[in-house]
């Protein structure tokens, strides 16, 4: 008997606790919810000599008072903003650009490009794979596909020019649109060379290349080559190209990275999947709001997607504890939202029958005794 009634109390905390997380499970979601320190990341980037996408990274979270307000995250950022703009690391971007034909430094990307924009490039192409076929060495098929449709698209753009040039201007769009399926089929061919190609993608390009031959139509391609120039001209948007597993996901890629351009590249980083799934609500939850999820990670993410924009908004608001991970109140959040719902139900059973006025358990037990005997 001394110890019955602080073995109930305290069965009644921990069943009011477990009734707490199951009706403000919202808010317990919200609780646990722990802001990215984006220092390490950075730090590894930095490492790894990355810097234009160190750089892309910690910015992103640099307008965040956590991060924007830290000494430590401005000296970072600083230094890395330093090196990019030094003139030895722009001389070898340029460098890397020209000899590699990929960069991930705006200089190098536009001397990757320059080459390949022009009729020079695909017919470069086409006379080195038809060495390789002559000596008896492998043919990249691929890379013969991509040159095959690269003339096709530059003699479009030749015609669509000389048109636009004819009419006063009247058939500019179509020289745009020229202009838009060349560009595709170079960041193809850049994302072959640095191995971020999807196979559905190439299997695409070599049918297309096929109908070329056959009819002059690219086919189903020409209706992707404007979501592949999305991403190509979005920093960051060969990776996101190499994620896709079909049409319809590089139409959602391309959506996702018109929408949020520049930060398109760390919000997929974060977020992933969920970043591109919930960006597809921008016009009602806000991009604002969405980049303020993503700052608590791909759970901030879900969160948002789940409570909508003002309730996120407001209750991320409230939040003193919302800093770095590691917070022992979003551990402790984490923790009960782990436990199973039918684990915190029992706990609730277990306090309402240890509790009850015994007359009502006799009652109930003599009504459920009673009951069989009477059928």
Do not use: C, H
């Amino acid at each position: 008997m001394l110890f019955r009634l602080p073995f109930k109390l305290t069965i009644l905390l921990v069943a009011l606790v477990a009734a707490s997380v199951i009706w403000q499970r919202t808010t317990f979601m919200l609780m646990a919810l722990t802001r990215i320190d984006p220092r390490p990341e950075t730090y590894a980037l930095v490492e790894e000599e990355q810097y234009a996408e160190a750089a892309n990274y910690l910015g992103f979270f640099m307008p965040y008072d956590y991060v924007g307000d830290d000494p430590e995250a401005q000296v970072l950022y600083q230094s890395i903003e330093d090196q990019r703009s030094d003139w030895r690391y722009q001389l070898n971007k340029l460098g890397e650009g020209l000899l590699k034909g990929s960069s991930d430094e705006t200089i190098g990307q536009v001397a990757s490009v320059t080459s390949d924009f022009f009729v020079i490039g695909d017919l470069r192409d086409l006379a080195y794979q038809g060495l390789n076929l002559a000596q008896g060495e492998e043919v990249d098929e691929f890379l013969v596909a991509l040159a095959t449709l690269g003339l096709v698209a530059t003699s479009a753009q030749v015609i669509s020019t000389m048109g636009a040039s004819a009419t006063a201007g009247a058939a500019t769009p179509a020289v745009a649109g020229t202009t838009i399926a060349k560009s595709s089929l170079i960041a193809l061919k850049t994302a072959k060379r640095v191995g971020k190609l999807p196979g559905w993608l190439k299997t695409s390009v070599m049918t297309a290349a096929r109908q070329v031959r056959q009819t002059g139509n690219m086919g189903q391609l020409r209706n992707m080559l404007g979501d592949i120039n999305s991403l190509a001209k979005t920093r960051g948007g060969l990776n996101m190209l190499a994620n896709t597993q079909n049409a319809t996901e590089l139409r959602r890629m391309a959506r996702f990275a018109d929408t949020f351009g520049s930060q398109s590249a760390t919000l997929y980083r974060v977020g992933g999947k969920a970043a591109v799934d919930i960006s597809q609500r921008s016009a009602t939850l806000g991009k604002e709001t969405i980049l303020l999820a993503a700052t608590f990670g791909k759970t901030g993410l879900r969160v948002l997607d789940r409570v909508g924009a003002l309730t996120f908004t407001r209750l991320a608001s409230r939040s003193t504890k919302m800093v770095y991970k590691g917070d022992l109140l979003a551990l402790i959040a984490k923790l009960l939202l782990a436990l199973p719902v039918w684990l915190l139900y029992g706990v609730i059973a277990f306090a309402a029958w240890l509790w009850a006025p015994r007359w009502l358990m006799s009652a109930l037990k003599r009504r459920l005794w009673l009951r069989p005997q009477a059928e």
